[in-house]
């Protein structure tokens, strides 16, 4: 397993069988690959709840996609409504989970996720509606950037997506727990151990990790 | 809006060509809501016959400005948007580009914000209060109010001119059928225009559609196009 996939897998162990949970671009998507996709109900805000897996080639319908424009079949017990019906879903706390991709995460679990550094700024989406009213919101990233400084920052230099913490923070070292009293340490990844965490984390966190399992040596 | 003197007895749609739509409704400097997320549920046709008419210096509300040369993208491409006003610019790297030389303005709303502001401009509200985006760049210059413990930004409706909006089938009064994720935004912007053109891949007469099943009811379209491009 991948970088990538090993942050995918253990985000959709956070999944409850029943969810309607809808999927970021990136690595929110390859949380299928480890859902019993019965057991959870994907809803894509341009408009279907009940996303099945991507078709067969020769079953390719160009007019059934989801919010990555990627082709996708539904799934019995589907059903298709507006963008303004979806996003009451969503604002309105009828979706139980949002799996997304974030640029910094702060010490009070806050997102930035839509704008990008050196680029102007032409980009929301759904993201800002997601962040308010999905009832968990679960931020998947790599831990570090591609010059290795910590994505979970003190402070966000980049616009926040909105003032709302987040519910868990997985990367590929560890995950998170955010709430009113700020960011936890909950879990280490399979041979990562808390210290590794601390060195490479800039955000200020507590410690509610067991020792001498995970990744403690 | 609606029939038109000497269709008295015949209420609803119109069925006329692409070229005559656009001809007849839109206007140079007017503001035209574009169904469609990205280039699915966009009303191909009606594009293409708004890119070979004259018409110049629009407002396009729609969630994107197409592909770079693709529908809305080659709008943009041939001068005519002077303002876009949706959600994702992202997908048309065109459009930093027009905005760069100080061609085109943009307005970015939250998706969910964007939907809701044109159900409200259908609905014939003032706008509502929403919890999105509050405390973000995308706040700047609202109204902010405390509404059940919770800030909410004040988003004013939208309306247009024109839709151009895209359906899977119509019957001839305009009664309108949608098909899978190509409805995204076209049901609200239906509702938004003071003319609403309907492409649809095809028409049948009334009573062909379950009433159960139609999603626009006819008084809110005024021409019906057959769509001659597709996905």
Request: hydrophobic share 40%; proline share 6%.
């Amino acid at each position: 397993m991948n970088e990538k996939e090993l942050i995918a897998s253990r985000a959709a162990a956070l999944l409850r069988p029943g969810w309607v949970v809808n999927l970021g671009i990136g690595i929110p998507t390859m949380v299928t690959r480890f859902v019993d996709r019965d057991s959870v109900w994907f809803q894509t805000e341009n408009g279907l709840l009940g996303v099945g897996p991507p078709p067969e080639p020769d079953r390719l319908d160009p007019n059934l996609v989801d919010a990555g424009k990627r082709p996708v079949t539904e799934r019995p017990g589907a059903s298709y409504f507006d963008s303004a019906t979806s996003f009451a879903m969503i604002r309105g706390g009828h979706v139980d989970a949002v799996v997304l991709g974030a640029l910094q995460v702060d010490e009070r679990g806050r997102v930035a996720n839509w704008a990008i550094p050196g680029e102007p700024v032409l980009g929301v989406g759904g993201a800002m509606d997601l962040m308010s009213g999905a009832r968990n919101v679960i931020v998947v990233m790599t831990h570090t950037t591609k010059d290795g400084s910590s994505k979970l920052v003190r402070e966000c230099s980049l616009p926040l997506t909105s003032l709302r913490p987040v519910t868990w923070i997985v990367t590929e070292l560890a995950t998170f727990q955010a709430d009113g009293a700020g960011l936890a340490l909950v879990e280490c990844a399979p041979g990562v151990s808390p210290e590794t965490v601390r060195a490479k984390t800039a955000a200020r966190y507590r410690e509610l990790v067991p020792r001498g399992r995970d990744g403690a040596a | 809006m609606g029939s038109e003197p000497g269709t008295a007895g015949t209420p609803g749609a119109k069925l006329i060509s692409a070229d005559a739509a656009v001809g007849r409704a839109v206007q140079d400097g007017m503001t035209l809501m574009v169904g469609g997320f990205g280039l699915v549920g966009a009303p191909l046709t009606l594009i293409r016959a708004l890119n070979a008419s004259p018409r110049k210096d629009l407002t396009i509300i729609s969630n994107n400005l197409g592909e770079p040369g693709k529908a809305l993208g080659q709008t943009l491409r041939l001068g005519k948007v002077r303002r876009g006003i949706g959600s994702f610019f992202t997908s048309n790297p065109e459009v930093a580009e027009a905005r760069e030389r100080g061609e085109l303005q943009i307005t970015l709303i939250p998706q969910g914000t964007l939907s809701e502001a044109i159900r409200a401009g259908g609905a014939g509200l003032g706008g509502f209060y929403t919890p999105t985006g509050v405390g973000t760049l995308l706040a700047e210059g609202k109204e902010v109010r405390e509404i059940g413990g919770k800030l909410c930004l004040l988003q004013e409706p939208l309306r247009a001119d024109v839709a151009l909006v895209r359906a899977h089938k119509a019957d001839r009064l305009g009664n309108l059928v949608y098909y899978k994720t190509a409805r995204n935004f076209n049901p609200m912007m239906a509702t938004a225009a003071d003319v609403v053109i309907a492409e649809v891949d095809e028409v049948v007469e009334a009573g062909g559609l379950d009433p159960e099943a139609i999603s626009t009811p006819h008084l809110f379209v005024d021409y019906l196009v057959l769509a001659e491009e597709r996905l």
